[in-house]
Nanobody
Framework: QVQLVESGGGLVQAGGSLRLSCAAS????????MGWFRQAPGKEREFVAA????????YYVDSVKGRFTISRDNAKNTVYLQMNSLKPEDTAVYYC????????????????WGQGTQVTVSS
């Protein structure tokens, strides 16, 4: 199975930036599409961004387009989420997830999940 470990969350002021990382233990990491989801208190888990196995295709929820960038480095078995121009409404626990073979937006499609990392944006 794929084991995912997230890092990079924290507290940041509105307008600031954070870079989340998700490291995979699986040697076949490059075969999986990857996604980022987030969940705020009292809300359902929400799709944020996804990237194909090759990194050639990406997809974002409308609310983060132009601000967030998903990328991957298969040589390092790591996927990243660069978050710029952060807003208080971005506050949530962020999760990375892996799915095979193609990327998607539904959480039920994903087979493996990280433990989550807290992102708090203050105003």
């Amino acid at each position: 199975q794929v084991q995912l470990v997230e890092s990079g969350g924290g507290l940041v002021q509105a307008g600031g930036s954070l870079r989340l990382s998700c490291a995979a233990s699986e040697r076949t990491f490059s075969s999986y599409a990857m996604g980022w989801f987030r969940q705020a208190p009292g809300k359902e888990r929400e799709f944020v961004a996804a990237i194909s196995w090759s990194g050639g295709s990406t997809y974002y929820v409308d609310s983060v387009k132009g601000r967030f960038t998903i990328s991957r480095d298969n040589a390092k078995n790591t996927v990243y989420l660069q978050m710029n121009s952060l807003k208080p409404e971005d506050t949530a626990v962020y999760y990375c997830a892996a799915t095979f073979p193609s990327m998607g937006t539904a959480s039920a499609k994903y087979d493996y999940w990280g433990q989550g990392t807290q992102v708090t944006v203050s105003s």
